[in-house]
């Protein structure tokens, strides 16, 4: 039987979580090889303990055949997924290009409902997948990931169908413990989560709140599902249906989530950081003006937040 390398790029709170069951799972199987692409302390922890995953069911720590900054001593891998931040994503795929070989597949868990089309732009001989993680968690400290509340699904797919490839890849996902979904319909799987990230991610750094304080006031919940009406008005042109109560889902959503948490754009905005923007807010406004949609409370959001 050939083993499987898998590679992860970006070891923050999605990468490092899934990685970690990953690693858990298969490191030293000879079954699949794990492979990590780290930098800096959060490397040198890794490679000195492994990384450390807690949520509020597990506590774990794993290590993965190779915790490396150096993409040529980690060679071709069959999958490469990319966790690293929107913004990143060009210099992510040249940095990790010696780990690219002909068949490797690509599968982007970003925020952003274009993320697979940029990568096949830079790309086009390579086959990208899609895939999109319902999940909160972050980075704490180097080597330690702490992922919260009751949602840690990865949901994943190839928009000319499913095939035998990425049967097999979502049973070994879901043999490391992880709540995979091999998408029918990649596309929609991905815009109904860019749905809840965009207006959550635009809101929560535009009112500077956590989720569950999105909805607890009239004036920011009436906010929340105008932008969400919004939002739709633009899916609709890009042939996207969220499907019915997708509003509502919204709001319950940021209900339910646990007490305190935000997006990690907001967080971003909160550090001073780089953040995604142009990804989950600008990209909306973009697309409005492209199809003649009027989206005011984009446009408001969108320059305020360009501007901090």
């Known amino acids: 039987m050939t083993k499987i390398r898998i590679a992860f790029l970006g070891l923050g709170g999605v990468g ?6 990953l690693a858990a799972r298969y490191s030293g199987s000879g079954r699949v090889d794990v492979c990590f692409l780290a930098r800096g302390e959060h490397l040198k922890a890794i490679q000195e303990s492994g990384i450390h995953v807690i949520t509020d069911q597990e506590d774990f720590i794993a290590r993965p055949d190779l915790a490396t900054d150096n993409p040529q ?3 071709v ?3 490469v997924i990319i966790t690293t931040k ?3 994503l060009r210099s992510s795929i040249e940095f990790i290009s010696p780990c690219i070989g002909p068949h490797t597949i690509i599968l982007p868990l970003l925020n952003g409902g274009d993320i697979t089309e940029r990568i096949r732009e830079i790309l086009p001989d390579n086959t990208v997948w899609s895939g999109c993680s319902y999940i909160v968690s972050r980075k704490t400290q180097p080597g330690v990931i702490r992922a919260s509340g009751t949602f840690y699904k990865l949901v994943f797919g190839y928009d000319k169908g499913v095939n035998e490839q990425s049967r097999n890849f979502e049973k070994l996902l879901q043999e490391a413990s992880i709540d995979a979904v091999l998408s029918e319909n990649i ?4 815009w109904k989560k860019f749905f809840f990230i965009s ?6 750094s535009y009112y500077d709140v956590s989720f569950n304080e999105l909805v607890n006031t009239e004036e920011r919940l009436n906010m929340t599902v105008g932008l969400a009406e919004e939002f739709l008005k633009v899916a609709k042109a ?3 249906n969220p499907g019915e109560n997708a509003i509502e889902q919204v709001v319950n959503r940021a209900e339910v989530l646990p007490a ?3 997006t990690s754009m907001h967080s971003d905005f909160r550090a001073g950081n780089r953040t995604e923007v142009e990804t989950l807010t600008g990209v909306i406004v973009h697309l409005a003006q492209k199809h003649r949609i009027y989206t005011p409370l984009y446009d408001t959001v969108y320059n305020a937040l360009k501007n901090r």
């Open 187 to 190: 596309r929609a799987s991905i």
């Open 16 to 21: 490092g979580y899934y990685g970690g069951k």
């Open 77 to 79: 891998m069959d999958y």
């Open 73 to 75: 001593e980690a060679g």
């Open 86 to 88: 929107s913004y990143d």
């Open 199 to 204: 207006v959550s991610a635009s809101l929560t």
């Open 238 to 240: 890009e042939g996207i």
């Open 260 to 262: 305190g948490t935000t």
